[in-house]
């Protein structure tokens, strides 16, 4: 579903952030250099790619399990 909603804003516009759930949890957004703001999943492995976008993920998943889910993620 997220890349039908992002198709529908042209290439050529910048997008700024995606926000969304747990359930847009794919690196489908970062095709469009999107800062993403999406908590990941409970049970969240760490994503083995070496992009930003995988960095930042990776990071948001080390800092839920050291710090826990009430605290949330920016």
């Known amino acids: 579903m997220l890349p039908d909603l992002l198709n529908q804003i ?4 910048d997008l ?15 095709a469009r250099n999107a800062h993403a703001v999406i908590p990941p999943r409970k049970n969240a492995n760490l994503w083995k790619a070496d992009r930003a976008d995988a960095r930042a993920r990776n990071e948001a998943v080390r800092a839920l399990k ?3 889910r ?3 993620v920016t």
């Open 10 to 13: 042209p290439a050529r516009e």
């Open 70 to 72: 009430a605290l949330g």
């Open 66 to 68: 050291d710090l826990g």
């Open 16 to 30: 700024g952030s995606v926000t969304a759930d747990g359930a847009f949890e794919t690196p489908k957004w970062a």
